[in-house]
C-alpha cells in the first residue's frame, strides 16, 4: 500500500533552517504530485508547496522565497528545504500524494507528519 514517511522536523530559534523529508513508497508505476501541507494549533491544514511528475513547483505565499521544494526520483523521496524560519512556521508539517491510486480508487495519500517548533 502507498506510504509516506516523513521526517526533519525540529525545533529552531527565529532565522533558522530545517530541511524536511518525505519518502514515498509503493507508487513506483504512477505520475503523481507531491505537496507539503502545514497545521498549526487551533488552525486549518494550509497549502505550503507541491511539485509535480514533471519538477513544476508551487509555493503558498508566506513561504515564497524561503522555502523551497524539491525531489530525487531515485530514493522516492520529495524533500522541503525551509530558511529564514520564523515563530508563524511553526506547525505540524504532512506530505501528501495525489494522482496515484496504489489502492484501486484511492488517488490521495497522506503521511503521519513531522512537528516544526521556531522559537523567538
Known amino acids: 500500500q502507498g506510504q509516506l514517511v516523513e521526517s526533519g522536523g525540529g525545533s529552531v530559534q527565529t532565522g533558522g533552517s530545517l530541511r524536511l523529508s518525505c519518502v514515498v513508497s509503493g507508487h513506483s508505476y504512477c505520475e503523481y504530485d507531491t505537496s507539503w501541507y502545514r497545521q498549526a494549533p487551533g488552525k486549518e491544514r494550509e497549502f505550503v508547496s507541491s511539485?509535480?511528475?514533471?519538477?513544476?513547483?508551487t509555493y503558498a505565499d508566506s513561504v515564497e522565497g524561503r522555502f523551497t521544494i524539491s525531489q530525487d526520483n531515485a530514493k522516492n523521496t520529495v524533500y522541503l528545504q525551509m530558511n529564514s524560519l520564523n515563530p508563524d512556521d511553526t506547525a505540524m508539517y504532512y506530505c501528501?500524494?495525489?494522482?496515484?491510486?496504489?489502492?484501486?480508487?484511492?488517488?490521495?495519500?497522506w503521511g503521519q507528519g513531522t512537528q516544526v517548533t521556531v522559537s523567538s
Open positions: 501528501k500524494t495525489d494522482g496515484c491510486p496504489v489502492v484501486p480508487g484511492v488517488y490521495t495519500y
Open positions: 511539485i509535480d511528475s514533471d519538477g513544476i513547483t
